[in-house]
């Protein structure tokens, strides 16, 4: 019975406004009078200093997960860089990760989807009231500027939230390909879930147990070239609010870029491998499930603002896994860790969380100011 009011709830935390489809848009733009206004936002480019000499971390799962006495040093060295990652960059690209054929299926299949008719894609069209479908995401008014993509987004797991309305049956694969991905990625999420709590000195347990039975939301994105690029931004800056994201990306025109030290930095893929970030709730989460005190970063690991950008020629192509803890949890300070350093954001419920979400537009950091105590 819970499980299934769980389910209801989620159809219930609100949803996007409906917007022009961007794919179509960018096919019939010629010139710039043909951009509507409001994709039009010089403003996210002016005085705007981009440094390419700096790159994210690598971290080889191999070694992350190595067995001491067979690998030696290699793990305790990978746990750090891990730790450093976290705590000063905020992504990392993950190699050696074991899932090179799972995220080549979903890389075909994710292109294929985006190839489709406009009719057909509208079959997994976003409804009102709902954040699932394809469209836009995080368009809360009638006079908000937008961003240059399209994406279809998906809840995943756990099965019971799937919503097999939203999930196309074109092209033929791409039911049983998401599956199949979905379970990998989450997978590897727990495994630097848990590597993650013994670099914060807590038992893996604590903040695996959360994420056993995740909410993952999955977001197939999709930036039309525009040969007005340097007047368009793919997707607002922003930080994810979310527990932890892996993203692939599908082609190698490169747009990713994140904020550090107030430069953009653009993240040079490499092939193969998942990018990987901290979200808000990483940042500020206390999982409280079946009324235990788990644990979150409570500031030590800190979500990061990044932001995609739109190239001249070439379309772009990713795929977002966002992990949640689930829907039982409560998202604060980790109990653990406010005893040594203070308590430092509020506590809503997971459900309070996610409508803040969904009701807000993307802003930089903003959602977290929402979470902040001042005092």
């Not at 993950?94 to 054929?101: E, I, K, Q, T, W």
């Not at 294929?112 to 008014?141: D, R």
Request: with cysteine; glycine share 6%.
């Amino acid at each position: 019975m819970e499980e299934a009011e769980t389910c209801a709830s989620t159809r219930e935390l609100g949803g996007s406004l409906p917007v022009e489809n961007v794919q179509q848009l960018a096919a019939a733009s010629h010139n710039f009078k043909d951009i509507p206004n409001r994709y039009i936002r010089p403003e996210l480019h002016n005085h705007v200093v981009v440094d390419e000499s700096l790159q994210i971390p690598v971290i080889d799962m191999t070694k992350l997960c190595s067995d001491e006495q067979s690998k030696g040093c290699h793990h305790h060295q990978e746990l750090e860089k891990l730790h450093q990652a976290c705590k000063h960059w905020g992504f990392f690209q993950l190699v050696n990760h074991g899932a090179a054929r799972v995220i080549e299926e979903m890389k075909v299949v994710s292109e294929e989807f985006f190839k489709l008719p406009l009719q057909e894609k509208m079959k997994c069209g976003q409804l009102p009231n709902n954040i699932e479908g394809y469209g836009q995401a995080f368009v809360v008014s009638e006079d908000q500027k937008l961003d240059w993509g399209d994406m279809l987004f998906l809840m995943s797991l756990p099965v019971s939230l799937r919503n097999m309305r939203f999930w196309p049956n074109s092209p033929p694969h791409f039911r049983t390909t998401l599956h199949n991905y979905s379970k990998e990625l989450h997978k590897i999420a727990m495994r630097l879930f848990s590597m993650m709590a013994i670099n914060l000195g807590i038992e893996p347990q604590k903040l695996t147990s959360a994420y056993e039975d995740c909410n993952q939301g999955i977001r197939m994105n999709y930036y039309p070239p525009c040969v007005h690029a340097d007047k368009v931004i793919g997707l607002t800056p922003h930080s994810d609010a979310t527990g932890l994201t892996l993203l692939i990306q599908i082609n190698q025109v490169q747009g990713l870029q994140i904020k550090k030290d107030a430069k953009w930095v653009p993240i040079q893929p490499i092939s193969g491998a998942i990018i990987v970030n901290i979200g808000d709730i990483l940042e500020v989460m206390d999982c409280l499930r079946s009324q235990i005190n788990s644990i979150m970063s409570n500031g030590e690991y800190c979500s990061i603002e990044h932001r995609a950008v739109v190239n001249f020629e070439k379309e772009r192509l990713s795929v977002a896994a966002f992990h949640n803890p689930n829907m039982t949890t409560n998202i604060g300070p980790l109990p653990d860790l406010v005893k040594t350093s203070g308590e430092k954001y509020k506590r809503l419920s997971h459900q309070e969380y996610i409508k803040l979400v969904v009701a807000s537009k993307l802003d930089g950091k903003s959602l977290l100011d929402h979470m902040k105590i001042t005092h």
